[in-house]
């Protein structure tokens, strides 16, 4: 456990230095975080599927994961549009909108307090609950919990995005008006692009296709993965750490106290509570999902509300500030599930 942490600072710490002496700027780091959520990043995932044991899979893990997800959901939605928690977010919510938004076009009322327009509290629902279960996710379980660990991780992502995204895209349209007929068919286009015909879901299901038949992958092949997939881990840790480094001052500081809290702190033990207490999984499976809850917000987040144009500073608070803290938090949560290993 403890070379495994040292690990993960060591490679995140790089990326940090690395960003620090300008020797990979913003544009670098999108392109290389682009190839390697494209070519190195579903050599691993294809492998881990297809080599598991088809009839051990369950769909526990998933439902016990979502189930509390979407109420961690519902509950920061309502507290953002219907109690006085609002008036940490209402300066920086309409100071974004106003700065954000096209030339003559008019901003969206944000309501009187103490609620939030409701856009801005699909926003901050979904930068709550919404994990970035690849770029840090992945590495992270693989190298603390092994292939078992990385299994469950890989089943939830079946449905994560689409659960989550799904919820938003509905949230964010209800929420903006005057949007034409072509306009909310294209919407639902792209959320099945961005949530089933995705770089990281594809090779899943391939991944389960081949374990379904009983297939095994000819040794070449499945050394050539292994290979490339060895890649894909110090690649995510490194492209987070310039990661953060690239993103230190989008930070809009009323918001990022209870961005932490609700994503840090609030989701991994409702989603701990509903394994453990509720499902009583087994113990590998409550650990993955609970470090799972514990990651920070996904750039998913932040990419929607931006579309939509509601709560975009706020989500990318969201992002950044919990990335920066997970790499203090994580550690903690990884401890308390060091008899699991």
């Not at 979502?66 to 507290?79: D, H, R, W």
């Not at 930068?127 to 939830?156: A, E, H, R, Y």
Request: charged fraction near 10%; aromatic fraction near 8%.
């Amino acid at each position: 456990m403890t070379d495994a942490l040292l690990q993960v600072f060591l490679i995140v710490g790089v990326g940090i230095l690395v960003a620090r002496l300008g020797w990979i700027d913003e544009a670098s780091t999108a392109l290389f975080s682009s190839l390697v959520l494209k070519i190195f990043l579903p050599a691993l995932l294809f492998r881990a599927m297809a080599s598991v044991d088809f009839q051990a899979l369950s769909v526990l893990p998933i439902a016990s994961y979502l189930s509390a997800t979407v109420v961690i959901y519902g509950f920061v939605y309502l507290l953002a549009t219907r109690t006085p928690l609002a008036k940490i977010y209402q300066a920086s919510a309409s100071t974004n909108n106003e700065a954000t938004a096209a030339p003559g076009k008019k901003v969206e009322e944000q309501g009187s307090l103490p609620g939030l327009s409701s856009g801005i509290g699909v926003s901050l629902a979904l930068s709550s609950t919404f994990s970035n279960n690849v770029m840090v996710g992945i590495p992270i379980v693989k190298l603390f919990f092994g292939p078992d660990g990385l299994v469950v991780l890989l089943t939830v992502l079946t449905m994560h995005s689409l659960v989550l995204l799904g919820l938003a895209v509905v949230g964010f349209e209800m929420s903006s008006k005057g949007r034409s007929r072509r306009s909310r068919l294209m919407t639902a286009k792209q959320l099945v692009q961005m949530a089933i015909l995705h770089p990281v879901v594809i090779p899943i299901m391939l991944g389960l296709v081949v374990s379904a038949l009983g297939l095994t992958l000819p040794v070449l092949l499945d050394s050539t993965l292994l290979s490339m997939g060895q890649v894909a881990i110090p690649c995510c840790l490194m492209l987070l750490g310039a990661s953060i480094f690239h993103s230190r001052n989008q930070i809009e500081p009323k918001a990022v106290a209870p961005a932490v809290f609700f994503k840090l702190v609030l989701h991994p033990l409702v989603v701990f509570g509903m394994a453990h207490i509720v499902f009583q999984l087994a113990p590998l499976t409550v650990a993955v999902l609970t470090t799972m809850a514990a990651l920070p917000a996904g750039a998913n987040t932040y990419l929607l509300a931006q579309r939509y144009n509601q709560g975009v500073t706020l989500s990318a608070t969201a992002v950044v500030a919990t990335t920066a803290v997970s790499a203090f938090s994580i550690p903690y949560v990884l401890s308390l599930f060091a008899h699991v290993v």
